[in-house]
């Protein structure tokens, strides 16, 4: 198997972006010599081409890193689950160009009862142009964002699973199943809950292993809707996990507790379900003709660390949860936006010396406040009195809107807020999808820069305008001077002052152009 063609010498930047050495690493070991390595053929290579890695993937490509992602998968996945994009991953989408695409394939439900399927709806005036959830199928949303990587330049190999590596002062010698050896600066582990990239590491992934299990699918079923609506009703008392809800053209999303925990490597067959449904509600509703059928666990567990030196995690690699909430796939995608433009910039050796730090600073927290809301939610399902009683109360307190409120900014990732120091309360918290003058301001964020919207129209970015770009607008609807916006949206500075500019410029963006 081939390697894709790309220059052999790295960049002359190769070497600014070196900030540690094997020595600083326990554990890893330095070749003899530089002449026992391969040549850096890549700058990064992503181990799992799910949404995370082919996001990533694409982040990177943005700014001209080399990318080589591998799939140890030969065929994309054939089951077609729906999954869920909640609010802030769509705005993400459309700051780089991808939503409309993505919309075409999807369809969208109201952005309500998500935390622990209380039935809620969204609370009014939600802070975003794209407050729904977008029902996608699995399948479709891996292939867009893929495509979108491979558009932009990204290597995709598939059959390739990676075996060992080994990381040294200049990157990462990767070794593929096959015994084919392959060299980059950095490897990302996007390699799933199981990831090999994250054991071979000798990251630690506490948690707790999975006590519950439930089964999950969609297929057609053979009774009248009145029916199911009437039963389901009647098995909510005692039974939470448990729902038949349609999905268009006769088809049902079903979930019903499994019997016990078992191999989830041994997907669950349509007899499962009949069984488990007829122990539960007296009747198998007559189903048939699966799209797909799965089951999942309890288990939650998050990687001690997010790097160790030239290797590095990002999705469900680096944490898993239970799916309720919908959360898992958007959160690995966000790690792919947050991670992607700081590595690109300590590729191309202008990131400031704290800059890829700031991944594990700012993401592991927002991944310990997931797990920790999908433990509520789990225990909000179960049917011992005392969770019962506790979801009877919360139901109640979601009638008021600021708490109702607050667990929807939670589930959708929009009440995130990056701790940058004091400040207003914007700072550190996305920017919603604001009119400007030309336009849009998320159609501006396309190419993955930082953005300085100045309304004074006095201030400049100088010698950053190779990494940031620069909108004077007096008119953009905002109660502060200027803000200066990172590549993933978040802002980075509020004020009117070309120093204090200066210095938040050099923080995130590193040391002018000469």
Same mark, same amino acid.
């Not at 060299?183 to 590491?201: A, P, Q």
């Given at each position: ?181 392959? !060299?980059? /600066?950095?490897?990302? *582990?996007? &390699?799933? +809950?199981?990831?090999?990239? =994250?054991? #071979?590491?000798?990251? @630690? ?70 069984? !488990?449904? /007829?122990?539960?509600? *007296?009747? &198998?509703? +007559?189903?048939?003709?699966? =799209?797909? #059928?799965?089951?999942? @666990? ?217």
């Amino acid at each position: 198997m081939h390697s894709p063609q790309f220059p052999a010498e790295p960049p002359s930047n190769d070497g600014v972006e070196h900030d540690f050495t094997a020595g600083d690493v326990p554990g890893l070991r330095s070749p003899a010599s530089g002449a026992d390595r391969a040549p850096l053929v890549f700058d990064v290579i992503i181990a799992g081409c799910g949404p995370t890695g082919a996001m990533l993937a694409a982040e990177l490509r943005l700014h001209d890193v080399r990318v080589l992602v591998l799939e140890k998968e030969t065929e994309p996945k054939s089951f077609v689950r729906i999954v869920g994009l909640h609010i802030r991953s769509l705005e993400l989408m459309a700051m780089r160009g991808l939503l409309d695409r993505i919309l075409e394939h999807g369809r969208q439900r109201p952005a309500g009862g998500f935390f622990a399927a209380i039935p809620k709806p969204a609370p009014k005036g939600l802070d975003s142009a794209h407050a729904y959830l977008l029902g996608i199928p699995q399948p479709v949303i891996e292939h867009l964002l893929e495509e979108h990587a491979i558009e932009l330049g990204a290597q995709v190999r598939r059959g390739c699973a990676v075996a060992g590596f080994e990381q040294d002062d200049e990157g990462v010698t990767v070794e593929l199943a096959g015994g084919e050896q392959l !060299r980059s /600066r950095y490897l990302i *582990g996007c &390699d799933g +809950g199981r990831s090999t990239v =994250r054991k #071979l590491l000798g990251v @630690g992934f506490p948690g707790e292993p999975s006590r519950t299990e439930t089964l999950m699918g969609e297929m057609e079923v053979g009774v009248p809707q009145e029916e199911i609506t009437a039963k389901v009703t009647e098995i909510h008392e005692t039974h939470q996990p448990f729902w038949l809800r349609p999905f268009g053209e006769g088809v049902y999303s079903v979930v019903v507790p499994a019997a016990g925990v078992s191999d989830r490597a041994e997907p669950p067959t349509l007899e499962d379900f009949k069984q !488990r449904l /007829r122990t539960i509600a *007296g009747t &198998d509703f +007559g189903v048939h003709s699966p =799209r797909w #059928l799965s089951r999942f @666990g309890d288990a939650t567990r998050l990687a001690e660390r997010y790097r160790v030196g030239r290797v590095l995690l990002a999705g469900d690699a680096a944490h898993i949860h239970p799916p309720i909430g919908g959360q898992g796939l958007n959160l690995g995608v966000q790690d792919a936006f947050n991670l992607g433009w700081k590595l690109a910039a300590q590729i191309r050796g202008w990131a400031p010396e704290t800059l890829l730090d700031t991944y594990q600073a700012e993401r592991h927290p927002v991944a310990e406040d997931v797990l920790d809301n999908t433990r509520a939610q789990m225990e909000l399902l179960s049917t011992e009195p005392g969770p019962r009683a506790v979801r009877r109360l919360l139901t109640e307190l979601m009638d008021f809107d600021e708490v109702n409120r607050h667990l929807i900014e939670k589930i959708t990732a929009i009440g995130i807020r990056y701790d940058f120091g004091a400040g207003p309360d914007l700072l550190g918290r996305r920017l919603r999808d604001i009119d400007v003058k030309q336009g849009h301001l998320y159609g501006l964020l396309h190419r993955g820069r930082g953005l300085l919207l100045d309304r004074t129209e006095r201030l400049t970015v100088g010698g950053w305008s190779d990494r940031v770009d620069y909108l004077a607008d007096p008119t953009a609807v905002l109660d502060v001077p200027c803000v200066l916006l990172r590549p993933d949206g978040h802002v980075a500075w509020i004020g009117d002052d070309q120093q204090d500019l200066d210095d938040h410029l050099s923080r995130w963006f590193g040391k002018p152009a000469d």
